[in-house]
């Protein structure tokens, strides 16, 4: 193939070789500013919506297993992107398949508004769910295409860094729809303004980001196998299985957030569009410093994150009121910022460059392959006790019980990066 099938000009390469010795400002070059722009508008629409969709749900359908299969349906189309989504990526370049990932987006939520009746919900939202793993994995990968040129310095802080807007967005967007239910919108309006924002971003992303693979890398890509285990590395795999348990007992209860703080705590859901805001909020404000942190010991901290996570998990079993929801958002922020930078960095370590996307791509495809069946699980659970509370309950005594299998983990787990002084990325 020639470099436009690449999509990738001789002018663009030599951008690509020399972004990275660019003048950086909050430690991202001018490229990965403009996709943590883009990613803003991306969340924007997921978040306007997807706060309130275990509601929506709820609402519009009789039967709780109904709930539970949406979820489920959701979370195998979101497995499947994801398992096509870093192959994709790594043979046609990240903007190429980014691009890509807001047709199934904007066709769903154009989906959900017109035709929001069972059995159609399922299907319409796995079709977002497909688009919306290829967003993410997208946004791990550019960030790794640079980290590795600039031998694995401050890895975890520039993941939280192209995420910051996405997470400003995520705070305002409930906060936003909360306002339009409140004076008259209907659901189906905010699917609509979701699928117009999904289009606005497919045009920003050919307009303004640059693709970040170079063409010896993706022609290195093409010569490789399609499906990949092995050559991922001991690293990646004694990584993903050290997560797998405690991923999976966090989805069986953060499906049905929603359901619990609205119909069990009686908070009113746009205050619950608020608090929402609120922990992202925070999220934005402790990104820079905590990601900074994390690279210093990436191992030590992810252990307190995913523990801290657990416990306020569990603590959510025990709330009643708008402040005890404010209160849990915020604390829950931290751990979720550290999670968030930590795996990422993890995912990728000692992975060579050309097989970056498939690693994140496989890594997201094995934890969603937990939502699949923890929120199935926690639908029945839900069923069986009666009480959300309950869910909450088992799911983070569960969670603080299996981060002692994480550390044992990644006890075992070989560090090829080491923030500043030493690579992130196997040496070619």
Request: net charge neutral; proline share 2%; with cysteine.
């Amino acid at each position: 193939m020639d470099d436009q099938d690449y999509g990738i000009s001789q002018q663009d390469e030599s951008i690509i070789e020399t972004e990275s010795t660019d003048n950086q400002r909050f430690g991202l070059t001018s490229n990965l500013r403009r996709l943590a722009l883009v990613t803003g508008i991306a969340q924007f629409s997921m978040s306007l919506w997807v706060w309130q969709f275990g509601i929506f749900l709820e609402a519009s359908l009789n039967q709780l297993w109904q709930i539970g299969l949406t979820f489920s349906v959701g979370t195998f189309a979101m497995i499947v992107g994801y398992g096509i989504s870093g192959t994709i990526a790594d043979y046609i370049g990240r903007k190429n398949a980014m691009i890509f990932a807001f047709v199934p987006m904007a066709c769903g939520l154009l989906a959900l508004r017109l035709f929001p009746v069972w059995p159609f919900i399922p299907f319409e939202y796995g079709i977002i769910e497909i688009g919306w793993a290829f967003i993410i994995i997208m946004t791990s990968a550019m960030p790794a295409d640079e980290i590795a040129k600039t031998s694995g310095a401050n890895a975890a802080r520039t993941f939280n860094m192209v995420l910051l807007p996405a997470f400003l967005v995520d705070g305002l967007s409930p906060i936003i729809a909360g306002i339009l239910l409140n004076a008259g919108f209907v659901t189906g309006d905010l699917y609509l303004l979701a699928a117009i924002g999904a289009i606005v971003a497919m045009i920003a992303t050919y307009r303004g980001v640059r693709e970040s693979l170079g063409r010896e890398i993706i022609a290195k890509a093409k010569a490789g196998s399609v499906i990949t285990l092995r050559g991922l590395g001991r690293n990646f795999w004694i990584f993903t299985s050290g997560m797998f348990g405690f991923v999976f007992v966090m989805n069986v209860a953060f499906p049905y957030m929603g359901n619990l703080v609205v119909n069990e705590w009686g908070v009113n859901e746009s205050l619950y569009a608020f608090a929402w805001g609120a922990w992202s909020f925070t999220c934005v404000i402790l990104m820079y410093s905590l990601g900074s942190a994390t690279d210093k010991n990436i191992r030590a901290v992810l252990i307190i994150g995913t523990y801290s996570t657990a416990v306020i998990v569990a603590l959510f079993a025990f709330g009643s009121s708008l402040l005890d929801l404010v209160i849990l958002n915020v604390l829950l922020a931290a751990p979720i910022v550290i999670w968030s930078g930590a795996e990422k960095t993890l995912a990728v370590n000692g992975v060579r460059n050309e097989m970056k996307g498939r690693a994140l791509g496989t890594y997201q495809f094995v934890m969603s392959s937990t939502r699949l069946v923890g929120s199935f699980m926690g639908a029945l659970l839900w069923e069986y006790f009666g009480s959300l509370r309950t869910v909450y309950s088992v799911a983070g005594l569960a969670g603080m019980i299996l981060v002692i299998g994480l550390t044992y983990a990644l006890m075992k787990v070989k560090l090829e990066y080491r923030g500043e002084s030493h690579t992130l990325a196997v040496t070619e």
